[in-house]
């Protein structure tokens, strides 16, 4: 891959990851059941998005669930329940 390339990647990647960090505080939903090693989220829990981080390349979203537990989920495996999602989809 181009150096070109890559520093475009990672500019769309900071861009996307910008829209994350802007969302700390929003309530969002799990889109699919997710595994981990603390457990099992079900389809269509709630939570409360902590933060965000970048891990070897994988964007990944730290979410306090209503169940009680805090777990790391990928970005596509959540949808966001507040009004900044409708102004964050429109940019």
Same mark, same amino acid.
């Given at each position: 891959?181009?150096?070109?390339?890559?520093?475009?990647?990672?500019?769309?990647?900071?861009?996307?990851?910008?829209?994350?960090?802007?969302?700390?505080?929003?309530?969002? !939903?799990?889109?699919?059941? *997710?595994?981990?090693?603390? =457990?099992? &989220?079900?389809?269509?829990?709630?939570?409360? +998005?902590?933060?965000?981080?970048?891990?070897?390349? !994988?964007?990944?979203?730290? *979410?306090?669930?209503?169940? =009680?537990? &805090?777990?790391?989920?990928?970005?596509?495996? +959540?949808?966001?329940?507040?009004?900044?999602?409708?102004?964050?989809?429109?940019?």
């Amino acid at each position: 891959i181009s150096v070109a390339l890559r520093l475009t990647e990672r500019r769309r990647r900071k861009e996307a990851n910008d829209d994350y960090r802007n969302l700390t505080g929003t309530r969002c !939903r799990a889109t699919t059941a *997710v595994r981990s090693h603390r =457990g099992f &989220i079900n389809k269509s829990t709630e939570g409360t +998005i902590q933060h965000d981080l970048d891990n070897l390349g !994988r964007r990944l979203i730290s *979410v306090q669930w209503d169940i =009680g537990t &805090i777990d790391y989920v990928f970005p596509s495996e +959540i949808e966001i329940l507040d009004d900044k999602a409708a102004e964050l989809s429109t940019l």
